[in-house]
């Protein structure tokens, strides 16, 4: 575990909850209105001043693009006010489209980790699967979904007709989404986000199985923070579109940049943290309340295995 006089990035659990804070108070004028840039805009403002006072000497690694595309939270960028060293990954505002129609599932994210222990994964596809901890050891990305929903049924003690997969509803999962309906599974169709529903597998009446399909790269990074925090289950392979990002690929990795990935091989380290604020109502609890002198914000931490939710009013002179 990486420790500064005898401190570890668990014990600043409540310094990267107030990133994440700040972040969610920022954007919230935005729900509801209908644009999903202004409101992704307010989020990253209010995350890059958050950091910016964070008693930690903190790298972006998983951030808004590279420096020539994002002007805040760009891949390398180094913020905090000095101290114990970490990398970091952010989503300032998962579920853009969500905020900007005020639907469920909207949150601020971040996840942290010692120097050098989460994937540089740049923003492409990953293939993944993840589950609770009774599944640990038991997934395999390469192996016919069919395998692993089985695999995962029998870890949990269950029939496959028992379970609650979540899937992205997109096209491209038509062929998995059939594989399931094929096992009896449940379904639970995402618009967007699945942060969230990855989280959502390791936590105690989460209400979720499984996440299976291609999403983020980003997102997987960030999700399996929290996934090898409680001892879950999460594997993935990158999956590039076209050349030039297969060539970006095997610049950064080499040749077997597309191999399968096991959680290890994303996040190398038990002394993570994972980082959510409700932006509308989701995993990391009720939406935002606005009250007399104030707004009570709604958070989940999760630092090593310990998972924290937390409730806070926040008073107006404050914002």
């Given at each position: 575990?990486?420790?500064a006089?005898?401190?570890?990035?668990?014990?600043?659990?409540?310094?990267?909850?107030a990133v994440a804070e700040?972040a969610?108070?920022?954007?919230?004028?935005?729900?509801?209105?209908?644009?999903?840039?202004?409101?992704d805009?307010?989020?990253?403002d209010g995350?890059h001043?958050?950091?910016?006072?964070?008693?930690?000497s903190?790298?972006?690694v998983?951030?808004?693009?590279?420096?020539d595309?994002a002007?805040?939270l760009f891949?390398?960028?180094?913020?905090g006010?000095?101290?114990?060293?970490?990398?970091?990954?952010?989503?300032?505002?998962e579920?853009?489209?969500?905020?900007?129609?005020?639907?469920?599932?909207?949150?601020?994210?971040?996840?942290a980790?010692p120097?050098?222990?989460?994937?540089h994964?740049?923003?492409?596809?990953?293939e993944?699967?993840?589950?609770?901890?009774?599944?640990?050891g038991?997934?395999?990305?390469?192996?016919?979904?069919r395998?692993?929903v089985?695999?995962i049924?029998?870890?949990l003690?269950?029939?496959p007709?028992?379970?609650?997969?979540?899937?992205?509803?997109?096209?491209?999962?038509?062929?998995?989404i059939?594989?399931?309906?094929?096992l009896?599974?449940?379904i639970?169709?995402?618009s967007?986000g699945?942060?969230?529903?990855a989280?959502?597998?390791?936590?105690?009446?989460?209400?979720?199985?499984?996440?299976?399909?291609t999403?983020?790269a980003p997102?997987?990074v960030?999700a399996?923070?929290?996934?090898?925090a409680?001892?879950?289950?999460?594997?993935?392979?990158?999956r590039?579109?076209?050349?030039?990002?297969?060539?970006?690929l095997?610049?950064?990795?080499?040749?077997?940049?597309?191999?399968?990935?096991?959680?290890?091989?994303?996040?190398?380290s038990?002394d993570?943290?994972?980082?959510?604020?409700?932006?509308?109502e989701?995993?990391?609890?009720p939406?935002?309340?606005?009250?007399d002198?104030g707004?009570?914000l709604?958070?989940?931490v999760?630092a090593?295995?310990t998972?924290?939710?937390?409730?806070?009013?926040?008073?107006?002179?404050?914002?």
């Open positions: 575990m990486s420790e006089h005898g401190r570890t990035l668990q014990d600043h659990w409540a310094d990267f909850l700040e969610a108070l920022s954007v919230l004028e935005q729900v509801g209105k209908g644009d999903k840039e202004a409101a805009q307010a989020a990253v995350m001043a958050a950091f910016r006072r964070l008693p930690l903190a790298r972006v998983i951030g808004e693009g590279e420096m595309e002007p805040m891949i390398g960028e180094e913020l006010r000095g101290g114990l060293g970490c990398d970091i990954a952010v989503d300032p505002l579920g853009t489209g969500l905020t900007a129609a005020a639907q469920d599932g909207a949150m601020t994210v971040l996840s980790g120097q050098g222990s989460l994937l994964a740049p923003d492409i596809y990953m993944k699967i993840c589950a609770g901890p009774a599944a640990a038991r997934l395999r990305i390469d192996a016919p979904l395998e692993n089985l695999a049924a029998d870890a003690g269950k029939e007709r028992r379970l609650v997969a979540a899937v992205l509803d997109r096209p491209r999962h038509a062929d998995a059939g594989e399931l309906r094929k009896g599974v449940s639970r169709l995402l967007a699945d942060v969230g529903p989280v959502a597998t390791c936590l105690p009446g989460g209400g979720i199985d499984l996440v299976v399909g999403g983020g997102e997987g960030l399996a923070c929290a996934v090898r409680l001892g879950g289950a999460f594997c993935g392979r990158l590039p579109e076209n050349e030039q990002e297969r060539a970006r095997q610049e950064m990795f080499g040749a077997d940049a597309e191999r399968p990935l096991q959680l290890t091989d994303i996040v190398r038990d993570v943290v994972f980082a959510a604020t409700s932006v509308t989701s995993a990391a609890g939406a935002p309340e606005v009250g002198g707004v009570w709604s958070s989940l999760i090593g295995k998972i924290r939710r937390v409730r806070r009013f926040i008073p107006s002179d404050s914002l």
